[in-house]
């Protein structure tokens, strides 16, 4: 069972750039895909990026442009890199991972929170 720790969030001011890892227990190259969730107070949980084991990567609208997902699977880790990040950003975020095309490994989430 791979298990998968979040690490990177904090405070920012808006404007600001925080880089999130997601670091995995075992090998991430048999993640046929991997992605980062986020859920806000009061909110549902939503999808922010997700990347492909062939690194093709889809964004949520309001992060796109500002947001990128990487992985490095020699150090299995998972990376979300923000920038100008604004209070609409805050919540906490979820790494999550899916061996076919059903997310079902999850991190225990890391908080993000940005101060205008």
């Known amino acids: 069972q791979v298990q998968l720790v979040e690490s990177g969030g904090g405070l920012v001011q808006a404007g600001g750039s925080l880089r999130l890892s997601c670091a995995a227990s075992?090998?991430?190259?048999?993640?046929?895909?991997m992605g980062w969730f986020r859920q806000a107070p009061g909110m549902q949980r939503e999808l922010v990026a997700q990347?492909?084991?062939?690194?093709?990567?889809d964004y949520a609208d309001s992060v796109n442009g500002r947001f990128t997902i990487s992985r490095a699977n020699a150090k299995n880790t998972l990376y979300l890199q923000m920038n100008r990040l604004e209070p609409e950003d805050t919540a906490v975020y979820y790494c999550?991972?899916?061996?076919?095309?059903?997310?079902?490994?999850w991190g225990q989430g890391t908080q993000v929170t940005v101060s205008s």
């Open positions: 990347i492909t084991i062939r690194d093709s990567t």
């Open positions: 075992g090998s991430i190259s048999s993640f046929n895909i």
């Open positions: 999550a991972a899916a061996r076919s095309n059903v997310y079902t490994y």
